[in-house]
Antibody
């Protein structure tokens, strides 16, 4: 059974750096094809895809946030870390991590999600 | 980025209704399209991938169709537990952009 859980601060000040950790179980991030992604959702708004890391350390970033975010993994701890610099009130959102499933047809989707963690940016 | 448009922001329907939601991509994404359901306070749940393949455990009243730029999610007979917001997501290219969502009220 795959599970993921996000952790990190609930409140950060503007200009600070946010670090969120996704701790997962039920799969290995060393298995070919596996990935873990981060998605966020501002209050009352739509989902926004942020970043993805693959089993082979390849990474993908949202172009609009590329210069502010970094995604890394620690396979020994079964964790994926998202770092976002220069936080602003508009970054207030629920942040989700999710398991990326890829099928033989090359299709992929985020098939298991964490519960999400709410981050508020305010002074 | 590929833009995903769900033109209907919300709809209200009754139990037993057939409901069709639409999603349009700004370019050809073949069938690299996923659908998610999200209920208030919860994480999204994957319903359909590859435009028409039902994720394991999802009721068969849900179905998806389409390819290229136009896609639909159909709920054949709406049930009380189907309320929530439905998002499409393209997985043809990074970033895997989501639509703005369609809220279904019952």
């Amino acid at each position: 059974q795959i599970t993921l859980k996000e952790s990190g601060p609930t409140l950060v000040k503007p200009t600070q750096t946010l670090t969120l950790t996704c701790t997962f179980s039920g799969f290995s991030l060393t298995t070919t094809g596996v990935g873990v992604g981060w998605i966020r959702q501002p209050p009352g708004k739509a989902l926004e895809w942020l970043a993805l890391i693959f089993w082979d350390d390849d990474t993908r970033y949202s172009p609009s946030l590329r210069n502010r975010i970094t995604i890394t993994k620690d396979t020994s701890k079964n964790q994926v870390v998202l770092t976002m610099t220069n936080m602003d009130p508009v970054d207030t959102a629920t942040y989700f991590c999710a398991h990326r499933q890829q099928w033989r047809t090359n299709h992929h989707a985020m098939d298991v999600w964490g519960q999400g963690t709410t981050v508020t940016v305010s002074s | 980025d590929i833009q995903m448009t769900q033109s209907l922001s919300s709809l209200s329907a009754s139990v037993g209704d057939r409901v069709t939601l639409t999603c349009r991509a700004s370019q050809n994404i073949r069938n690299f399209l996923n659908w998610y359901q999200q209920k208030p306070g919860n994480a999204p749940k994957l319903l359909i991938y590859a435009a028409s393949t039902l994720q394991s455990g999802v009721p068969s009243r849900f179905s998806g169709s389409g390819s290229g730029t136009d896609f639909t999610l159909t709920i054949s007979s709406l049930q009380p537990e189907d309320f929530g917001t439905y998002y499409c997501q393209q997985c043809y290219d990074s970033p895997g952009t989501f639509g703005q969502g369609t809220r279904v009220d019952i």
